[in-house]
């Protein structure tokens, strides 16, 4: 790619649902320039020799988020089957896939399972399509429980799925290149929508390949939700980022009808079912000045936030800073609560964590769900000998979130003297061994609870 880097195509692009060109800058990302391994030549933005999208921009007529320019849709094939994984850090050091990173498929695959069994859409025999399988385990899950499952992914890791699950049914080609005579009964699209060049047409394929009475999940970030910091949030892969409002542009646009939304998986996005519906003229309303100025009050509180990890500031100017937004507070009150277990004092460490766990979590910054805290306070409560309270922490984090302890941030306050984080990991250690006593305790228990029920059923008859 170092060749031809000059050479990368890109093009300015209109609006993908009103066709206008109007737009205003949302975000501009030329000032990493200045930052090392960041290099602009052209109208193309290098990180390590890795071409990147690198302005976001607001439709004026209707709100829509979107990269311009952009990565020809050439360029976006080579970006996906060569660079896109490397970049999203899913193989470790030796090239491996990272358990981590298992670790959230498998979460994912359950919990949309999950979703589209309680909303009574699972049924025996039913033909399913996943578009942007990743590693397939969505696919492999339902083909598990029955199901005719299939999926498309376009980077080579679509070849894992065999190997790791065992079947064999994933395209590996560009879903605009898929031709067959299915037609299914559930098409699901999750965390992959957002990285098609036009998302108008996927929609339109979509809807040829779906049953009459069949329906779509569509996962999707929510642009007044993010997840990280604003430019993690706008990644170079994602050339759009939706609001509530532009995702119903683009399907009334595309003749579906949404029957259920709700905020779930593992970064809370929306979480949209669909049926055909009767294609419709969109209702233009504009979203641009709440875009603008909800990604600028977002920005000041997470960099706030950063701020306060950098300098120390008090823990009480930290409060006042971001006291409007709950994300943030939370994570205050973490990283107060780190330094002072690093200092010895763990019983208030635990009273800031405790008061962590009131807070609402929907709209949090997914490495502090609620799993993570009570693993925390797991270890913290085993640091004081507190034992009965470290069990019922970790059984509630390990209830509540599969990936324990992803603190992106513990490396930075090791870095800047907050926290140890060696002695931390050992106790973490230690935490895992009486846990693991605690999960063969709690087997042993269901096992004769169920044993004792079926031997009251059988005195009953």
Known sequence: MADNEEKIGMEDVACEICGSNQYDILLNKLWLCEKNNW????????????????????????????????????????????????????????????????????????????????????????????????????????????CSAYGVELSPYASYTKELFGIDTIFRMPFDALETD????????????????????????????????????????????????????????????????????????TGFDIVHFEYGGYCKNMRIVVKKGDIRVPSLKDDFHDIKDFILRYNRVYTAKEFFMQTKISYDEAQEIVKENIPAYIVIKVIEALRRYDSGDVLKAIELLRECLDSDFNEEDISLQEGNIQGLLAIMSANIGDWQSARVFMEKAFVSLPKLFDFPYLANLKERGIFDIERFIMERRLCYIELFKLKDLLEKNRLNKHAGNIKQKSKNR
């Open 182 to 253: 299915l037609r299914f009964d559930i098409v699901t699209i999750c965390d992959a929508l957002e990285h098609f060049s036009h998302p108008k047409n996927v929609l339109l394929k979509i809807r040829n390949l779906l049953k009459d009475e069949g329906i779509v999940l569509i996962e999707i970030p929510d642009i007044f939700k993010p997840h990280k910091s604003v430019l993690g949030f706008f990644s170079n892969a994602h050339l759009f980022t939706f609001s509530p409002n532009s995702i119903k542009n683009l399907l009334d646009i």
């Open 39 to 146: 290099e602009k030549k052209g109208r193309v933005l290098f990180f390590n020799g890795v071409p990147h999208n690198y302005r976001n921009v607001c439709c004026k007529q209707c709100g829509l988020v979107y990269v311009n320019p952009r990565m020809s849709d050439w360029e976006l094939i080579v970006f996906y089957q060569k660079q896109y994984r490397e970049l999203c850090s899913i193989k470790d050091k030796e090239g491996n896939i990272g358990n981590s990173h298992y670790g959230i498929e498998i979460y994912n695959a359950v919990t949309r399972y999950d979703f589209l069994k309680r909303l009574g859409y699972i049924k025996a025999g039913i033909c399913t399509l996943d578009i942007g399988s990743s590693l397939g385990a969505l696919p492999a899950y339902l083909h598990a429980k029955g």
